[in-house]
């Protein structure tokens, strides 16, 4: 009895030490590595929160689920819609109002966005660290709704191409901040269901932007405006308003969880929640603590040629997932001849299979903690999509091709960012490494836009050929990996190295 008094009293003393930490700290905030300090000399594992109380656990990893994905989300799908949504628009009446049919005028429109997204992704990702997603994020995305808005009033074709390249700023630091700020608040093989609940929903507006951007198109005429000028107008303003209510419900990292927000002024957890998640992400990677970021670790971080990897992983997955989005609407209605409102309608069921095929596999790459197969899986599929799509006659099965081209595809995007994230540590380096990632994909955009050219239309057969090598390729590049990373994996078991500078650390395949 006398020594379960003492572990009640040590706990009572321990939080009290912690929350006193708290409200003595110039910023009300929580000093992460005093709190894993004390974690760890603690007289025995009931003082742990996360091993303490397992259902405590799971209620706040259901607390940061609720706020955080739901939020950035829903946010990110009208990035996408922002960013995709020309060829519905080139359909519905930009074309002959700004002459894009003439020359390369639509790949180059497409193509510039991706030019100031790739530059503008690293400073973008340190930024995000400075000021804190909850003021950072919100604020990205009024202003590129702002100019989405302003995409509705262009009379030249020059016009569009300055509001592309100001939205390809404003839209780099909203993606790779996301992906950085959910990686930071989960453990390794917790990652990819929410990565795949985050671009789910992204996904499936992706593909119900061309329903929405029809209905849009049919207010032609009202207040003298062309119809694809309304479908800029009116998702812009919807943009503009989630921004607005971004301030209220995005968070910040865990590490300045306990702290009150700058715009609402209350924590989002309390210092014994927020100690429980950095005590998790310690255990499961150790690096809880902000790794200080200066231009000799940035050196060192860009000397591993993993992170360059991933780019370019995500360059050849994103050159087959951008060709879908850039170019399918267009496929449909001036290669397979189905009317406008159909080309746009028929676009949204190939993402709905897309978006379950790719909840389920991250599902079993979480549980079974594998990513390279699931990757090979998801590109096998894709290749048989596109020969379908390419090399067939029939219009149904060409059609069908479609699901499976759109589905392997964008189930792999969750995919990659996993594995990326399973295969690193330190907080600064995977800062570093998404806004690499990011910018590969965003090369990838860049390539679907160029090699889709007007002198192949419409069945643009040199371009199906490009997509079916890249996911070919990557292929051959996970299966590389396999070997790599065992080997790898088998030295540090020998403790003949230390992989990624983590003891006990091992590479994930």
């Given at each position: 009895?006398?020594?379960?008094?003492k572990?009640?009293?040590a706990e009572h003393?321990?939080?009290?030490?912690?929350?006193?930490?708290?409200?003595?700290?110039?910023?009300?905030?929580?000093d992460?590595?005093d709190?894993l300090?004390q974690?760890n000399?603690a007289?025995?594992p009931?003082?742990?929160?996360?091993?303490?109380?397992?259902?405590?656990?799971r209620?706040?990893?259901?607390?940061?689920?609720?706020?955080l994905?739901?939020?950035?989300a829903?946010?990110?799908a009208f990035?996408l819609?922002d960013?995709?949504?020309?060829?519905?628009?080139r359909?519905?009446?930009?074309d002959a109002?700004?002459?894009?049919?003439i020359?390369?005028?639509?790949?180059?429109?497409?193509m510039?966005f991706?030019?100031?997204?790739?530059i503008?992704q690293?400073?973008?990702n340190i930024?995000?660290?400075?000021?804190g997603?909850?003021?950072w994020?919100?604020?990205?995305?009024?202003c590129?709704g702002a100019?989405?808005?302003g995409?509705g009033?262009v009379?030249?074709?020059?016009q569009?191409?300055?509001?592309?390249?100001?939205?390809?700023?404003?839209?780099?630091g909203?993606?790779?901040?996301?992906v950085?700020?959910?990686?930071?608040?989960?453990?390794?093989?917790e990652?990819q269901?929410?990565f795949s609940?985050?671009y789910l929903?992204?996904?499936?507006?992706?593909?119900?932007s061309?329903?929405?951007?029809w209905?849009l198109?049919?207010?032609?005429?009202?207040?003298g405006?062309?119809?694809?000028q309304?479908i800029?107008?009116i998702e812009?303003?919807?943009?503009v308003f989630?921004?607005?209510m971004?301030?209220?419900?995005?968070?910040?990292?865990?590490?300045?969880?306990?702290k009150p927000?700058p715009i609402?002024?209350?924590p989002?957890l309390?210092?014994?929640?927020?100690?429980?998640?950095?005590?998790?992400?310690q255990?499961d990677r150790?690096?809880?603590?902000v790794?200080q970021?200066?231009?000799?670790?940035i050196r060192?971080?860009?000397?591993?040629?993993?992170?360059?990897e991933f780019?370019?992983?995500?360059?050849?997955?994103?050159?087959?997932?951008?060709s879908?989005?850039y170019f399918?609407p267009?496929?449909?209605?001036n290669d397979m001849?189905?009317s406008v409102?159909?080309?746009?309608?028929?676009?949204?069921?190939?993402?709905v299979?897309?978006?379950?095929w790719m909840?389920?596999?991250a599902?079993?790459?979480?549980?079974?903690r594998?990513?390279?197969?699931i990757i090979?899986f998801n590109?096998?599929?894709?290749?048989?999509?596109?020969?379908m799509?390419?090399?067939?006659d029939?219009a149904?099965?060409?059609?069908?091709?479609?699901?499976?081209?759109?589905?392997?595809?964008?189930?792999?995007v969750?995919?990659?960012?996993?594995y990326?994230?399973?295969?690193i540590v330190?907080?600064?380096k995977?800062s570093?490494?998404?806004a690499?990632?990011?910018?590969?994909?965003?090369?990838?955009?860049?390539?679907?836009s160029?090699?889709?050219?007007q002198q192949?239309?419409?069945?643009?057969?040199?371009?199906?050929?490009?997509?079916i090598?890249t996911?070919?390729l990557s292929?051959f590049?996970v299966?590389k990996?396999?070997?790599?990373?065992s080997?790898a994996?088998?030295?540090?078991?020998?403790?003949e190295?230390?992989?990624?500078?983590q003891?006990g650390?091992?590479q994930?395949?």
């Open positions: 009895m006398a020594t379960k008094e572990g009640i009293e003393n321990e939080r009290l030490s912690v929350d006193e930490k708290h409200h003595s700290g110039k910023d009300g905030g929580l992460v590595q709190i300090d974690k000399d007289p025995g009931d003082v742990v929160p996360s091993q303490r109380d397992d259902h405590e656990t209620r706040i990893i259901r607390k940061v689920d609720l706020r994905l739901p939020t950035l829903v946010i990110y990035a819609i960013r995709v949504n020309l060829p519905n628009a359909i519905a009446g930009m109002d700004l002459g894009l049919s020359g390369s005028r639509y790949s180059i429109l497409t510039i991706f030019i100031p997204y790739i503008f690293f400073p973008a930024v995000i660290r400075k000021l997603p909850a003021v994020l919100p604020s990205l995305v009024i590129w100019v989405t808005i995409m009033f009379t030249h074709w020059t569009a191409l300055g509001c592309r390249i100001i939205l390809g700023v404003l839209e780099a909203y993606y790779p901040g996301c950085f700020l959910l990686s930071c608040w989960y453990v390794r093989f990652v269901k929410r609940a985050f929903l992204a996904l499936l507006a992706s593909g119900f061309n329903i929405l951007a209905g198109s049919e207010m032609k005429g009202i207040g405006l062309n119809g694809w309304w800029f107008a812009g303003v919807i943009t989630l921004g607005v971004g301030y209220v419900t995005i968070i910040d990292f865990p590490d300045k969880a306990s927000s609402t002024r209350r989002f309390t210092v014994d929640e927020a100690a429980i998640i950095l005590s998790r992400i255990q150790g690096d809880a603590v790794d970021l200066t231009w000799a670790t060192v971080h860009l000397r591993d040629w993993k992170i360059w780019a370019w992983l995500y360059f050849l997955n994103n050159v087959v997932a951008y879908w989005g399918l267009i496929i449909l209605r001849k189905y409102a159909m080309s746009q309608i028929m676009s949204f069921p190939p993402y299979l897309a978006a379950a909840f389920a596999t599902w079993v790459a979480d549980r079974y594998k990513r390279g197969l090979i590109c096998t599929w894709a290749i048989i999509g596109v020969c799509m390419a090399f067939l029939n149904r099965a060409r059609y069908a091709g479609v699901f499976l081209g759109v589905s392997g595809a964008n189930a792999n969750p995919s990659l960012l996993s990326m994230h399973n295969n330190g907080q600064m995977r570093i490494a998404s690499l990632l990011i910018g590969g994909g965003a090369c990838g955009g860049i390539a679907a160029n090699i889709f050219r192949d239309a419409p069945k643009y057969t040199p371009a199906m050929a490009v997509v090598a996911q070919v292929i590049h299966l990996n396999f070997m790599v990373y080997r994996n088998r030295q540090a078991d020998r403790a190295r230390v992989l990624e500078g003891e650390f091992r994930t395949m």
